[in-house]
């Protein structure tokens, strides 16, 4: 079993010396991770839709799926599950974890089969939370039969979320993407008010 499992792990921080991670081990603690999130259930909306990420990839195979899992995919966010992990406050713990593994490339990856790693993956189990959200974007689908349209959405999201996190130094522009992102996701109820259940619940636990 891979050791940076989110349940196997020590939650005192980052590891002090490094240690030996196979490439795959990380691509099972990155789809472990994503399960535990409910990514499966927006996934399923966007691929309902048309949507799916995968398209055109020569190592996707019809009715069997993805035939060669790499690290640049099970890294790699769409604009829905980036938005998951910013709203929650875990987007940053994400990125981090997947800073130290090296190779990866587009749909590829050249990850050697064991490297070095410093950082476990802390993702808590969430799941309810991204089923919240795969409803909203559901209902947003069935209320704008445009074509494309939440997959516009999406990458408006994802669009708007990376400058955020390439203007740490300019709060001007950083407070306009952040208003941004807040108005691309006043649609989503449901997951607004799962999200305010959460932290309420954070809340109380400390």
């Given at each position: ?19 030996r ?55 790699w966010?769409?604009g ?13 713990e ?22 070095a ?48 996190n ?13 208003k ?7 649609p ?19």
């Amino acid at each position: 079993m891979p050791s940076f499992i989110a349940s196997e792990q020590s939650k005192s921080g980052s590891h002090a010396q490094p240690m030996r991670m196979s490439r795959q081990a990380v691509i099972e603690i990155g789809v472990n991770a994503l399960n535990e999130v409910g990514s499966e259930s927006i996934c399923r909306v966007c691929i309902k839709y048309g949507g799916s990420c995968c398209n055109g990839c020569h190592h996707l195979v019809n009715g069997i799926g993805c035939t060669a899992r790499n690290t640049s995919c099970t890294a790699w966010l769409c604009g829905n599950l980036k938005y998951l992990l910013y709203a929650t406050g875990y987007l940053e713990e994400w990125n981090a974890f997947w800073r130290q593994v090296p190779g990866q490339s587009f749909r590829e990856d050249h990850t050697p089969d064991i490297f070095a790693a410093e950082k476990p993956l802390h993702l808590p189990a969430i799941r309810q939370l991204g089923e919240a959200l795969a409803a909203d974007l559901q209902e947003l689908a069935t209320k704008h039969p445009a074509v494309g349209f939440i997959h516009t959405l999406r990458d408006k999201m994802d669009k708007n979320i990376d400058q955020l996190n390439h203007c740490k130094n300019d709060p001007k522009r950083r407070k306009r993407m952040e208003k941004n992102i807040k108005a691309l996701t006043s649609p989503f109820h449901r997951f607004q008010s799962e999200l305010q259940e959460y932290h309420l619940r954070l809340g109380e636990s400390e």
